[in-house]
């Protein structure tokens, strides 16, 4: 052993402490040295992994999850597949008789096509009219309800709601069943006991009153299952896209029970209603939660909603629906000074924006911030980027605008069926739809994910997503290359949520962040890759997943 990795090893023992410290230090920091150096360290207690010629990498960086809801949706009917009134009603049956207590039968992973119509809540009572039930779309952007669920959550007859929220009511002046965004479906994801979860998402607020000890033991226990699904598929790095305290506070209970292996970034969610002053409560949540597995220092916001049901805000009209684009949450004038105002106080800001309205107003708030404070080292995100006018796509780079990206959600490319989304969009669209080659050619960094629970966490599915997904007519091919996609899972995405200096690459003073494929990567071929397993997980020289 040199002496240079000698001084290594005992700057790294000396900041971690005693006993497991010396294995995990030789992890940690001479990881990369010769073979015979780092075989030296092993002491009695070591354990010594062959990886059998597998792919070894950094820890796959989540960049886009919703960890508190994943984990609970864990526990709901999944849809995933399940097309046609037949299919429903045997899953929601065979639900019910499972689940007899359950207050809400609450399905997740629907689409907009399941039924050969528009879904609505008689579609719905024809499965189960006795019972509360509900299907989330695969978005999360929609809820579809039953008349008993409607009924229970006081929706029925229509409820007032924020701009951009909607309840979607029929001729006959009742409620269709369909929800139309977070506030709108809130109050029956109540019914089944999560109002307290949903908050991150829907409001931004807390829970009033503040859970029970009882009550926080419940909600630790559905995110613990969360990390638990994210450890099986390699990643030990995660932005959760909505928040609150509350959040971070059930993280740090996981975090002293020695319960929290993945490192979280947890943002402050800003809403539209809320004023500036709002803003000092992430201030608080930055300062009071600032270490290398656990930080917010992040404001998450959603300037539109989404393609399907026609509420992301776009350019021009939606086709064959003249006159209609849909609306930004935020007004233009109005973002810029919000946009400003965070970046002063020296957060990053990550906007939700899918349409292409959506995302030129998000690019120009972001300008005029960098206007008002001069440019510095905020790394500011947009957020899924599904459709963008072509005079924007080298805006991303010039101004250093990190494209977070989600490879499973291109139609055709994993779970999404290529229609009806395409046809939203409009085929004169389709070059201008779900790009990735092009950002990255001008000048875009990328992160990649999979913004669960609207598609499989699967990591390896969404590389080979990332692989092998069709080219649409009259569009350029968006796949790019293997080792770039690694490193949007990996380096990138540690890069994008101010992680670099932590984790995201294999390299001396860096966490021992580590994930074990089920083979050699380099020698599959694109259509192998996502059948691929986890071998091991490793986060903090802890193994927290072995096959």
């Known amino acids: 052993m040199n002496a240079e990795t000698e001084t290594q090893r005992q700057q790294a023992v000396a900041r971690l402490g005693g006993g497991i410290s010396q294995r995990v230090a030789a992890w940690r920091e001479v990881l990369l040295d010769a073979r015979a150096e780092v075989e030296a360290l092993a002491g009695p207690a070591t354990e010594v992994i062959d990886c059998k010629g597998a792919t070894l990498l950094p820890g796959f960086v989540e960049s886009h999850l919703h960890l508190v809801l994943g984990g609970a949706e864990l526990a709901h009917l999944q849809l995933t597949h399940a097309d046609g009134e037949a299919a429903l009603a045997r899953a929601f ?25 528009p879904m609505n809540r008689h579609d719905l009572d024809a499965i189960i009219a006795d019972r509360p039930i509900a299907i989330t779309a695969h978005d999360h952007h929609t809820v579809w309800a039953n008349t008993a669920a409607l009924t229970a959550a006081g929706l029925l007859h229509g409820a007032a709601m924020p701009h951009g929220h909607e309840v979607v009511m029929g ?49 630790r226990a559905k995110v613990a299952r969360g990390l638990a699904h994210a450890a099986r598929h390699g990643i030990t790095a995660m932005v959760n896209m909505d928040g609150n305290r509350y959040t971070l506070d059930l993280l740090r209970g996981l975090q002293k029970e020695g319960g929290l292996t993945a490192r979280v970034k947890v943002p402050f969610h800003y809403k539209p209603h809320m004023e500036l002053s709002e803003l000092d409560r992430a201030d608080a949540m930055t300062r009071d939660f600032d270490d290398e597995w656990l930080s917010c220092r992040f404001v998450k916001m959603f300037m539109d909603g989404v393609v399907d049901s026609r509420t992301a805000y776009m350019l021009n009209d939606y086709p064959g629906h003249r006159g209609h684009r849909a609306e930004p949450l935020f007004a233009p004038e109005r973002f810029n000074e919000i946009a400003t105002e965070i970046d002063r106080r020296g957060m990053q800001i990550a906007v939700h924006a899918i349409g292409d309205g959506a995302v030129r107003t998000t690019i120009d708030g972001y300008e005029a911030a960098q206007r008002t404070n001069g440019k510095r080292d905020s790394r500011h995100r947009i957020e899924h980027i599904e459709l963008i006018d072509r005079a924007d796509v080298p805006r991303l780079g010039q101004l250093g605008i990190t494209a977070s990206v989600q490879p499973p959600h291109a139609p055709g490319a994993m779970d999404f069926a290529l229609f009806p989304t395409l046809d939203v969009i409009g085929r004169g669209r389709w070059n201008d739809a779900y790009l990735c080659r092009d950002l990255a050619e001008a000048g875009a960094h990328l992160a990649f994910a999979s913004d669960w629970p609207v598609t499989d966490i699967s990591v390896m599915r969404g590389i080979g997503a990332a692989l092998t997904r069709p080219t649409y007519e009259g569009a350029a091919d968006q796949r790019v290359p293997l080792l770039d996609v690694l490193r949007a899972y990996t380096a990138g995405g540690a890069w994008a949520a101010h992680m670099d200096r932590i984790t995201g690459t294999l390299r001396p003073g860096l966490a021992a962040d580590i994930v074990v494929l089920g083979g050699d990567i380099e020698a599959a071929r694109p259509e192998e890759v996502a059948g691929m397993g986890i071998a091991m997980t490793v986060a903090g020289g802890r193994v927290t997943h072995r096959d």
């Open 93 to 117: 049956r065979a639900f019910a008789a499972e689940h007899p207590d359950r207050p809400l039968l609450m399905a997740q992973g629907g689409h907009y096509a399941m039924l050969d119509h």
């Open 171 to 219: 001729p006959d002046g009742t409620a269709t069943g369909e929800l139309r965004e977070f506030e709108a479906f809130a109050p029956v994801i109540a019914l089944g006991g999560e109002a307290r979860l949903n908050l991150g998402i829907a409001t931004g607020g807390e829970p009033s009153p503040w859970p029970t000890v009882a009550e926080q033991a419940i909600d």
